[in-house]
């Protein structure tokens, strides 16, 4: 598996605390990537990264913020967590847009009660 | 903005029956990745078409990019227990500069 880590693993919150999960690669790659994962949505992308300070929107960017201040690292902050956010969120990272293969970290349970 | 849609959602089968996906984009892709997540894991990738009409095979796995480039499949022949998951084809745009975009995903489930 590539070196990619997130963390926390799981987590357990209340609606309207703030969240912040983060995700660590040791790949040197120039892409990193949040998707949440939700039943009958499949992978649905919040943010990406292009590089060091630079980032888009993704579909479902609302209530979400990234931030990028390291190549190795790619943070994802819910500024005031709501229960629309309980989801399975994925990081993942890759070489190019859409041309190269993306690998996914393990994923981080959030709860938001 | 550029759609793809899988189907089946869900997909049961006997063990040792043959399993297929289907993927449909409402847009010329430059190519197709399938990912395959086990349950409780994260998504890994399988294989990437970027041909119009590439088909590819893995062991009992055979993937084809449509002669439009707009859909593709993946076929598993006799499938195993070790088969089951969600798997997901992802778009890429014709244009370069897009993102992947993912499909919903089918999940197949085996029946021993």
């Known amino acids: 598996d590539a070196g990619i880590t997130q963390s926390p693993r799981h987590k357990v919150t209340e609606t309207g605390t703030p969240v912040t999960l983060r995700c660590h690669q040791t790949?040197?790659?120039?892409?990193m990537y949040w998707y949440r994962q939700d039943p009958g949505h499949g992978l649905r992308l919040i943010h990406y990264s292009y590089g060091v300070k630079d980032t888009d929107k993704g579909e479902v960017s609302d209530g979400y913020s990234v931030s990028r201040s390291k190549t190795e690292d790619f943070l994802l902050t819910l500024e005031s967590a709501t229960s629309s956010q309980t989801s399975v969120y994925f990081c993942a990272i890759s070489l190019a847009l859409s041309y190269n293969e993306q690998f996914f970290g393990p994923g981080t349970r959030l709860t938001v009660l | 903005g550029q759609q793809v849609m899988q189907i089946p959602q869900y997909q049961h089968v006997q063990e040792g029956e043959d399993f297929t996906t289907y993927c449909n984009s409402s847009?010329?892709?430059?190519?197709i990745q399938w990912y395959k997540q086990r349950p409780g894991g994260h998504p890994v990738f399988l294989i990437q078409?970027?041909?119009?009409?590439e088909v590819k095979k893995q062991k009992r796995l055979t993937f084809q990019f449509g002669e439009a480039k707009k859909n593709s499949s993946l076929h598993i022949t006799a499938t195993q227990t070790t088969d089951v998951g969600t798997y997901f084809c992802a778009g890429g745009s014709n244009f370069g500069n897009e993102k992947l975009t993912f499909g919903t995903g089918t999940r197949l489930t085996i029946i021993p």
């Open positions: 790949e040197n790659h120039r892409y």
């Open positions: 078409l970027v041909k119009s009409g």
């Open positions: 847009t010329t892709l430059s190519n």
